[in-house]
């Protein structure tokens, strides 16, 4: 089928196959979006998140089952303006709909359920950054970024070392599922030894080196500085 060849396209989800298979080809197929949901939800007094895959099948279900056999195109297009101009998300104009008598929804406005957004977590997650000899430290993740580089995560005993400088000497924010992930770097002058999953790595091989965006975007502010804090100090010992 035509729309099944279409959805094997990358980049096009099934309203979008759909749409074009009815609207062009007039394929007898439905179509689900924001318009015909609404008013899918209202007819049939659908109380499930149509947000959730189950709700979104459903929604496909009742989509086909009113479907008619023929003119599929001026059927989905006359259900997508009568939720475009008549079943309105707020203040729906009920009196002039002509499937009045046939929506089951008590409560239209209270249509459709969509899942309540939670606001994001913020987490701060503290990190620590070596260099020295044209090496940097890096940790191998075995939480969030499994198998991947990054700057070793700061242990609450550093705090009292001399060799920990205490200011943040860069700090993002990035979202992260259902969270806002600060990201703080400390410098940290103290050597360490090997651990197993820690490593001195060169910084001239970083680019074949699996490291997550957010701790590959400090690194690259981080060395940058570093570079020229020692460009300066040179300028001023030779001068």
């Known amino acids: 089928r035509p729309v099944a060849r279409m959805q094997q396209l990358p980049g096009l989800g099934k309203y979008t196959a759909h749409a074009v298979a009815t ?28 947000d959730s895959v189950a709700g979104r099948k459903t929604l496909w279900q009742y989509a086909a089952t009113l479907l008619p056999k023929s003119n599929a ?26 499937v009045k008598k046939f929506c089951r929804a008590k409560n239209p406005e209270t249509l459709p359920v969509r899942k309540s957004r939670l606001r994001p977590t913020r987490l701060v997650e503290k990190h620590v950054f070596m260099v020295r ?5 890096l940790e191998q993740s075995s939480r969030r970024w499994r198998g991947m580089w990054i700057l070793p995560p700061l242990k609450v005993d550093c705090f009292k070392q001399s060799s920990f400088h205490r200011g943040a000497i860069y700090t993002s924010v990035f979202p ?6 600060a990201l703080k770097v400390y410098a940290q002058d103290r050597s360490m030894t090997d651990d197993g999953v820690q490593r001195w790595i060169r910084i001239d091989s970083l680019d074949s080196v699996p490291i997550p965006s957010p701790h590959r975007q ?22």
């Open 133 to 137: 000899q044209g090496k940097i430290r």
């Open 23 to 50: 609207f062009a080809f007039n394929q007898p197929v439905p179509i689900v979006e924001a318009n015909t949901a609404r008013v899918l939800t209202r007819l049939f007094d659908f109380r499930e998140s149509i």
């Open 218 to 239: 400090a690194l690259r502010y981080l060395l940058s500085e570093a570079a020229a804090t020692r460009a300066l100090r040179q300028q001023s010992s030779g001068s």
């Open 176 to 181: 992260f599922t259902n969270h806002r992930v």
């Open 73 to 98: 195109r001026i059927y989905n297009s006359a259900l997508t303006d009568l939720g475009a101009l008549v079943c309105l998300p707020r203040k729906p104009k009920c009196g002039v709909c002509p």
